[in-house]
Structures are given as C-alpha cells and as structure tokens.
C-alpha cells in the first residue's frame, strides 16, 4: 500500500498541462502547494449504427490522438428516455479535443448526422469540476499518493458563509515612451512600469528597458501574488510586454509554472448576445495565478471580487475564465455539471429543433411577454408592484425546460400551458433547467435575507455583491432557453415562458382593478397602480391576493410621490414602455432609459441630468416640480456656461460606442463614430466589431467629416471640443426631464449659443 500524505486548503487554480491536470491549493497560512494528478479529457461520439463508430477505431489518424476507447451508456440528448451506447475517447491530451472533433468531422465517408460529437468544447478544468464535483475556492482535504488525489471537500457550492484564505494582490500599470496624442505601439519602447499593492503603496519599475522588465519579474517573484491586475491587459498591456521582451531577447515570466508568456495566436472574436455584438479578446493567462483585466470582466465590474468568487463556486468555472465569462457562458456550465451528474452528453453543436406549429398555434405562440401601454404624462400618487425573479421563477415551478416542454414520456399531463392546449409539461422528472436554476434562486434570496439583517456596513456589500452577481444569471436565464446556440436550449421553452407570464400578469391587472385600483402600465412582470386616497394597507392586502391567487411572491417596490410616462422623441403620440423617471416617497429616484442611465451618454451630460432629477426631488407633487422650473432654469444655465468658457474636462465629453462591424466594413464615413474610426485607422489601430469606440466631438457642423470627432486615445491639451454640439445636447437632456411638465429650455439656448 502507497504512503498517503495529507494537506488541508482552498482550491485556488485548477488548468491542464499535456496529460496532468494541475491544482494550486492556498492554505490558511498563505503558503501555496502545487499538485498535480495524470488525468486526461475524453469526448464522446455517437452514431446510428455502431459499426460506423467501429470504423473510427481503425483510423490512424484518429487513435494516434487518444489514449484509450470504451463503448458507454449516455443520454444522447436530453429528451431521450432511454441510455445509448455511445463511444468514450480519452484523449492524449486534453487540449486536443476540438482537433479530434474537426478530424472526425472531416472523414469523408462522414454523411451529415453519421457522427455526432459531445463535450468537444467542454474546457477540460471545468469537465474535471462536473467529473469530481469539485468547484473553485473550495476548502478542501487532500489524500496524496503516488499515483492519485483523493478529494475530501468539507464545503458545498449551496454554503453562504464560506470563508477564503487571504489573496494578495497587485496592480500593473505600464507607461510606454509614445508621444502625446498618439497610440502606444508595441514598437515602442517600455519607458516604466508601476506595480501597485496594499493600500497606496507601489513599486516603480525604471532605467533602460531591459532592467525594467528584469525588475517587474524580480517583483512579481518576491511579492508572489495572487492576482495581478490589469486595465487592458489581454488587448495591450500583456501582448505589448511579450514583444518588448522579445526585442530584448529576454523570457518573460510571470506566473508560477515558470513558462514563458508568449504572444496570443488570434487577437480575439467578436460575438452577438442578445442582440448586440460584442469583442472579447484572447486572454492572457498566468498559470497558478489569476490575471484579471477589469476592462473585460463583466462580473468584476458589476459585483466586485465578492461577486466573482460566488460566480465561480456555483458555477464551477476557474476563477480566470469565470472572470472574463459572459453570464450565459456561466449559466451554461451550472447545467453541464447537471447534465454531467445526470448521464446526459453536453452536444458540441445545437441538436434539438422547434416542434412544428400551425399558423394558427404560431400565431398564439409567438406573442412574448405582456406589455401595457403606459399612459403618458406625469402622475401622482402610484404604487408600483413587481414580482420577484418572475421568469426564472415559472421556469423552476412550472419544470420548464427543453425536454420538459411537450416531453415524450407523457403526452395525458395535466400540466398545460396557458393558450397552448397542445403543449404539455412533463409530470415525470424534473428538467434540467429548473434544476440548474434551483441552487442560484435559493442562495440569491439567502443572500438578500442575510443582508437585510445585518448592520456591519462591510459584510452587508459582500452580501449584496454575491445576491447581485447571482442576479445577473436569472436575468440571462430566460434568453438562454430560446438563443440558438445555447446547448439545451429550444424556442418551445421559451414560448412557454411567455405564454405563463402573461396569465400571470392578466390576473395580476383584473384583481388590481377588482380592487378599485387604475392600471397605468404593466410590462412583463411590473405594474404600475393608482386610487386616490390610497392606503398603504390596500397596496399590501392586493400584494397578498395576487401571491395566494398567482403562486408567485410580488413585492410593492414603493409608492412614487410622482412619475413621468415618457413617449418616444420621435413621435410624441406613441408611448415608451421602458423609458420613465419618478420619486418614491422616501425621497429616491427611479430612472429608467432616460440619459443619465444610458452608458454611450458623455459624463458631463449625465452629471447634468442627475442634478436636475435631484433638483425634482424635492418636490412632493407636480406642482411644486414646476414652481421650481425657475431653479432648472439656472441650472442650465450654469452649465451650459461651463461648456461655452471652456471649463469642461474632455475626459466628461467622451461619447462610447460599440461598433457593430470591423472598421473596414463600413461604407459610410461621414458619421461622427467613422470619423473616429478613421483617424484610429491611420494609428494603425483598426477596430474590429464589438469593441468599444470613445471619441470627443470636436467640429460636428464641418464639411469635412475627418475633422468632426477625435478619438479618445488621441486627445492632447491642444484639443478642443464643440461647444455648440454639446450644448445642443445638454438642451435634449434638459427637456428629457422638464418636458413632462410642460416646460421646455429652446428660449435659452439661442442666447448661449450666439
């Protein structure tokens, strides 16, 4: 029998080497432990005929690639009743995986549907996750022998108390010798670097090039930290760093495997969600350490540290890929370890297709959620109503999901969808999408429970950073069941969702009006009420009827003293169901697609909005509102001022814009974002669809288009910017927001201007 060592800690990295997986355990006393175990990913491929997945094994090319072969029982697909034999490859490397996949895809006897391929593009520390049901940050005891790891976790994913070992942490900030006004090329020479850690304490790396990435090595080795951070590291910092080492024929090694970092192979990939589309960057990873670059992590930027390490645990992604992750990528992997735990093969591509419909059934089906037609104007005295996680909800108590959903084990259910009489829901099993979603509404709501409780200011944010981290995810988990490269997704489910959502909120509206009270806005899963003399009584008696009545918890979000309904800039007869702005009774704004909420808006712009709205609140009515219209009126004034002396800082006046195609696909250059565009180009900075242009207009009334915006990076103190255009623009924001009263500023403007 092996001699067994034992140790105790976190789980703090995880990632592939060839045929290894290697782990880095943090234990309390700070130390770091590497790990490693032989472990190789395996793909699965299924066939028709078995015969067909025989003839795979007398393929050179294909067992050249894998360490071993057995035939297994899975479920193919996650509609399927029964198990299938299919065919498990264990790789020689677990990186090879999509190479495999692209090889069996290219057999040429391969006819369309003859192999199907599963868990090809499944990240093998993730896959080794679901196989040992394992998560990151997990505290753990370990039993070491020669040829194994055995795990003995004494945490669980569901904990809301865990606690992790102290991380440290540093900042990289690098300073290139570029000329002012012009964009850092990797040409350029390393002119310092800034290593900032612990509370306003750094080290500044200086003298030739040469010694200066020598020092940040020397650092990074002594101060060992766990993090390192970076604004722009994956697009510039870490790529710029690698080609100066290069030209000084230095290794550039800054994580704790000792391997030299090494240019990216691809410079990223632009993607579409939710309609948008969007840049992400090939990432740059220090093994053993966790790079994060706070310009493409979402996570980060929306719940903090706090909110990531919750992100990772539950959905058991490596804290490095969990960190620049889109929240659908996250939510997917919470229902591959389902399916994983359940038998169920996780496709490499979208298998399951839309049950066919009649035009008639199509036409019932394909409706959405319910949406009121606001009453535009300003009212007094409204309770809005909303209901808590309402789709992920339905999803979890009604068992939506693909397979759930017209389900082939029972067609005589009594479970039925709201106008769909053909569309049943499963009374058998569980889906696999109520499942995944169950773990992230319960600890959400642990999490909102535990807050409200607590006084201590710091405990009561790490609280709230976890709840809203989670948040995000049941916000994606509606999209995710109709988006059609989700893996266990099907427009069925989707339809589902809506077709219950509007039952819910018709019953909701009928029994507001039961009650006396007037409708004047419902949107899929909020509703906004008024009576006059209203008590708070009557708003909490409604609140319980429509709980006992729907099955759903709503909740009264406040009473608002007043709120304006605003209809569309465009065409002033037609209302807009997202765009609105009021005061709730305890003196806090609510705002909703007006300016100082949108992300493209300048700074200066939204400071100006924001200031008016705090102006508004303090008004108890409408009428106090416009008795202080005088007040605005100075306000605008005051910083139209601003504008027109020149007092305002560029970096106020930076409009943002995702562009939705590569600069060279653009046909027309006459817009103020090609003209940015432009002048980037001839930086030869070419941006590439998805990222993120910032600009200052500095000539918008120009014939030539090349003069009437900057870019951002190319901003010098010689700059200036357009008086006339942004003070056109503080005028629409203005009467975004005074408007609804009937007042309107167009009387000022002219005499700044002129």
């Avoid at 919750?310 to 992604?317: K, L, N, V």
């Avoid at 609140?617 to 007040?631: A, F, G, M, N, Y």
């Avoid at 800082?649 to 974002?673: A, C, H, M, W």
């Amino acid at each position: 029998m092996n001699n067994s060592v034992s140790i105790s800690g976190c789980l703090f990295d995880i990632y592939p080497l060839k045929d290894k997986m290697i782990f880095w355990i943090k234990e309390s006393n700070g130390n770091n432990i590497r790990l490693e175990q032989a472990w190789n990913h395996c793909i699965y491929v299924a066939s028709d005929n078995k015969s067909n997945l025989l003839s795979l094994l007398s393929n050179n090319e294909i067992l050249s690639l894998i360490q071993e072969y057995e035939f297994v029982p899975r479920y193919e697909q996650i509609t399927d009743i029964k198990m299938k034999d299919v065919l498990k490859l264990t790789l020689l490397n677990s990186s090879m995986a999509l190479k495999i996949g692209r090889k069996i895809e290219e057999i040429k006897a391969n006819e369309f549907g003859k192999f199907r391929l599963y868990n090809v593009d499944i990240p093998p520390a993730q896959f080794y996750f679901y196989e040992h049901d394992l998560f990151p940050l997990a505290y753990c005891h370990i039993d070491i022998t020669s040829s194994e790891l055995k795990w003995n976790i004494d945490d669980s994913t569901w904990s809301t108390d865990y606690k992790l070992p102290y991380f440290r942490k540093i900042k990289l900030e690098v300073n290139s010798a570029t000329e002012s006004g012009r964009i850092p090329k990797f040409t350029d020479e390393v002119e310092s670097i800034t290593i900032k850690y612990k509370a306003d304490e750094s080290i500044i790396c200086g003298g030739n090039e040469k010694e200066i990435l020598c020092q940040l090595m020397e650092q990074v080795k002594e101060i060992n930290p766990d993090f390192i951070f970076t604004d722009d590291g994956d697009t510039f910092i870490f790529p710029y760093l690698i080609s100066r080492a290069e030209e000084n024929r230095l290794d550039l090694v800054l994580d704790r495997e000792l391997i030299p970092l090494t240019k990216p192979k691809k410079e990223g990939t632009s993607y579409f969600s939710y309609g948008r589309i969007y840049f992400k960057p090939t990432s740059t990873k220090l093994l053993g350490r966790i790079h994060i670059d706070t310009d493409t992590s979402f996570v980060l930027n929306e719940s903090g540290l706090e909110g990531l390490y919750e992100i990772a645990r539950i959905c058991r992604m490596p804290l490095h890929t969990a960190s620049r992750a889109s929240i659908g990528k996250c939510l997917s992997s919470i229902q591959f370890y389902n399916a994983t735990k359940k038998h169920i093969l996780i496709p490499w591509k979208p298998i399951l297709t839309e049950h066919h419909k009649t035009l008639d059934e199509l036409l019932v089906a394909d409706r959405g959620g319910l949406i009121l037609e606001p009453r535009m104007g300003v009212h007094e005295k409204v309770a809005e109503l909303d209901f808590v996680s309402l789709y992920p909800f339905i999803m979890y108590k009604k068992n939506i999901s693909a397979e759930t959903v017209i389900c082939n084990c029972c067609h005589d259910s009594k479970s039925r969808v709201p106008e769909l009489s053909a569309y049943h829901v499963c009374e058998k099993k569980i889906g696999l999408v109520p499942t995944s979603l169950q773990i992230v509404l319960a600890k959400r709501k642990l999490y909102k429970l535990i807050k409200n409780s607590l006084i201590n200011i710091e405990l009561k944010d790490k609280y709230n950073s976890r709840q809203n981290a989670l948040k995000w995810i049941l916000v994606t988990s509606f999209g995710y069941l109709g988006f059609n490269n989700a893996k266990f997704g099907r427009i069925d489910a989707h339809i589902a969702v809506c077709a219950f959502d509007r039952q819910i909120l018709l019953q909701t509206v009928k029994m507001a009006e039961n009650n006396g009270f007037q409708v004047l806005h419902g949107i899929v899963d909020s509703i906004w009420i008024r009576k006059q003399e209203a008590r708070k009584g009557e708003y909490f008696a409604l609140q319980q009827e429509i709980e006992q009545k729907t099955g759903f918890e709503i909740l009264l979000e406040g009473e608002y003293r007043w709120i304006a309904l605003m209809h569309s800039k465009e065409y002033k007869s037609l209302s807009v169901p997202n765009h609105y702005f009021g005061l709730f009774d305890d003196g806090t704004l609510k705002i909703r697609g007006i300016e100082a909420r949108r992300h493209d808006t300048p700074l200066f712009i939204q400071k100006f909005q924001q200031h008016i709205l705090q102006i508004m609140s303090k008004c108890s009515d409408v009428k106090e509102v416009r008795e202080l219209i005088p007040q605005i009126k100075i306000c605008f004034q005051h910083y139209a001022n601003l504008l027109k002396e020149g007092k305002v800082p560029l970096e106020e006046l930076v409009f943002s814009k995702r562009i939705s195609k590569n600069y060279d696909e653009y046909q027309n250059r006459n817009t103020e974002g090609n003209s940015a565009l432009s002048m980037l180009s001839a930086e030869n900075k070419q941006m590439r669809a998805g990222e993120i242009l910032r600009y200052i207009v500095t000539d918008y009334y120009s014939k030539n288009p090349r003069r009437r915006t900057i870019p951002f990076e190319l901003v010098t103190y010689k700059t200036n910017y357009d008086v006339k255009r942004y003070t056109e623009l503080l005028y629409d924001s203005c009467k975004s927001v005074t408007e609804p009263f009937g007042f309107i500023v167009n009387n000022l403007i002219d005499s700044l201007l002129y």
